[in-house]
């Protein structure tokens, strides 16, 4: 798999129907690794080790219903309180990020509510802070480390 922007992390494979499998800490089972699940898997890290947020607080891959449509996140991260911290929309390293990108992480924060936005495809990564009463967003430089 291509590197991507994040530290070298150490994971468990497996050959599964020959196909390569990872290992996800959160789902607790082996999943198929493709190009999207590889910076997923890398973003889960970087958010445990170098943001210290709780394994316990981070969720991969639920289903969430969008107006009348059902979708699926990548990534949510909970406050201690079971409030939505950060949502994370991952990407293939291949696939550039663009405003259509932001435009649907904002549809599934419209249910979600999360106080960040993070959108990475790996290589680069994105960072924003709500704003609710001004109904806008605004870039950051990074994400904020986890705080009690």
Not at 4 to 10: E, G
Not at 11 to 35: C, G, Q
Not at 49 to 59: A, R, T, V
Request: aromatic share 14%.
């Amino acid at each position: 798999m291509q590197k991507l922007n994040f530290p070298n992390y150490s994971f468990r494979f497996k050959n599964s129907e020959n196909k390569i499998a990872v290992f996800d800490e959160i789902r607790k089972k082996f999943v198929i690794l493709t190009p999207e699940e590889w910076v997923r898997i890398h973003t889960v890290q970087f958010l445990m080790d170098i943001k210290q947020f709780p394994k316990s607080l981070i969720n991969v891959e639920k289903q969430l219903m969008v107006g009348k449509m059902l979708k699926r996140y990548d990534i949510v991260v909970y406050t201690s309180t079971g409030n939505i911290h950060v949502i994370v929309e991952c990407k293939a390293p291949n696939i550039k990020i663009t405003q259509t990108t932001f435009d649907q992480i904002a549809r599934y924060n419209k249910s979600l509510n999360a106080k960040y936005l993070m959108v990475t495809n790996g290589i680069d990564h994105y960072f924003c802070k709500m704003d609710y009463e001004e109904e806008k967003y605004s870039f950051l430089p990074d994400l904020p480390s986890y705080t009690n």
